[in-house]
């Protein structure tokens, strides 16, 4: 299918759903964003283990809860952290290491939050478009979708797919761009977030904002006190119709 194709047909369900919800029926968001790491698959710590290693093996000065600190910041830029902290490799060798190990660890077993994919595949029966938004190489974001239930994600927005990355609002633009969806429309999508610096630009795209909060390792995670809409633990009793109502509560404001 063409991204051209791709957009006409999550058109016709946009659509679909906003003609069901006009004439008195359940009212869903438009589309879904969902962020990868920490919000479809626990992998922090694997990426926090990862870190650790190769500050250990090349002298460098880091620890888990510098990890836990920064969650969500791109690769590179963590990268530059621990460079800035005595670990003796480039920007580039440290940024492709620490991806490879993630990556490895991920191909082996792909680490799914419980009940996340009840989540999205509740979402996709109901005729709600399903979008990844990663700072994760392409790679990366092409095994998750391909370890998840077959068709549940219609698109997917990587790293190498905007230049710009989160905390910038333009992963989720790109995101709803794919679909079709233009200006204060987004406020009618959900995106899904647990860091701050994905919290920031999801709220910064106009998207209506969830963060969740039970998986980062802190006593007060930034997703608690982030600028978000709202805040669920886990994704126990998240339904299609509860995002919905997120929506629609926001769009009433």
Known sequence: MTQETTQEHNQDRIDAGTANAANGGESLPLA???DMDGTLINSEPIWHEAELWFAEQYGG???EEMGWKITG???PQVAQMMIDRGTKLG?????EGIIDFVAKREMEHMPWIPGVLDVVSALHEAGVPNVLVTASPRAMAESAIAQAPAGVFDTYVCAE???EKKPDPAPYLAAAAKLGIEGDRIREC???EDSAVGLESAVRA???TIALTGYIHSDNPPSKNGPQFACVE???GVTPQLLGDFVRQRLEK
């Open 32 to 34: 879904v964003f969902w």
């Open 61 to 63: 000065d880091w620890s």
């Open 73 to 75: 910041t791109p690769v």
């Open 91 to 95: 920007v580039e060798e440290l940024t």
């Open 161 to 163: 797919d905007v230049k």
């Open 190 to 192: 959900v995106a899904l």
């Open 206 to 208: 106009g998207a209506t």
């Open 234 to 236: 886990t994704w126990d």
